[in-house]
């Protein structure tokens, strides 16, 4: 008998003579949101806490979306743009750089080489300045977020801000992919010294477009 074996037989026995758990709802009842902010607000917020991180923030309308990605992409200059398969194609539909498709097969080292990544989001949390992923179509695998140096992130508004953690929480499916985003990668050592890229986009750019 090995030494797993005899430690789960251990806690069999003691849990021997304890009735199973009966699923009970998980009460909810904590805050939710501080103070009652109008829609304004609460994008103003969630704007100021990205440009506090250093990401760079937009605003814009559906109609001129495309041509704002066009004169981002084309101020850095990427020869190739990763797209995820879902990505709605009028965002690129002014873009000049060649699209690469995420595919399952494409190798870390592939992926490197490109600069640039498109992708929308599933909810903004105005608070922490936070965007979350979560592998919908439009969003993609969660490498192609983190490998390119620039992240273009285009969120929905005002339907997927919103202001508080909880909030976002009930909206997120947890059984999926889930990555948090707050400002491009970023690590400080131990004299406090900021190190951006290490770890994710070097640079994250937030459309808040309607």
């Not at 100021?48 to 084309?74: C, F, G, K």
């Not at 273009?152 to 508004?157: A, D, E, G, M, P």
């Amino acid at each position: 008998m090995s030494s797993r074996e005899r430690i789960l037989g251990r806690v069999q026995r003691a849990l021997a003579d304890v009735p199973p758990d009966e699923e009970a709802p998980v009460e909810r009842d904590y805050l939710r949101e501080h103070g009652e902010q109008t829609v304004e607000e609460t994008v103003d917020l969630l704007a100021e806490n990205l440009a506090d991180y250093r990401a760079v923030v937009h605003r814009t309308d559906s109609e001129e979306l495309p041509y704002l990605i066009m004169r981002l992409l084309a101020q850095r200059g990427p020869q190739y743009v990763l797209v995820p398969p879902g990505l709605p194609p009028e965002w690129m539909s002014a873009a000049d750089p060649t699209r690469v498709h995420d595919r399952a097969v494409s190798t870390a080292r592939e992926l490197d080489q490109v600069e640039s990544v498109v992708t929308g989001c599933a909810v903004a949390i105005a608070e922490t300045g936070t965007i979350v992923l979560d592998g919908s179509p439009d969003q993609g695998r969660r490498r192609i977020s983190l490998i390119p140096d620039h992240h273009i992130c285009v969120v929905r508004v005002p339907d997927q801000v919103v202001a508080s953690v909880p909030l976002a929480l009930e909206r997120l499916d947890p059984a999926r992919p889930l990555t948090w985003i707050s400002g491009p990668s970023a690590t400080s050592d131990i004299e406090l010294d900021r190190v951006e890229g290490v770890h994710g986009p070097r640079t994250l750019e937030v459309v808040l477009v309607r």
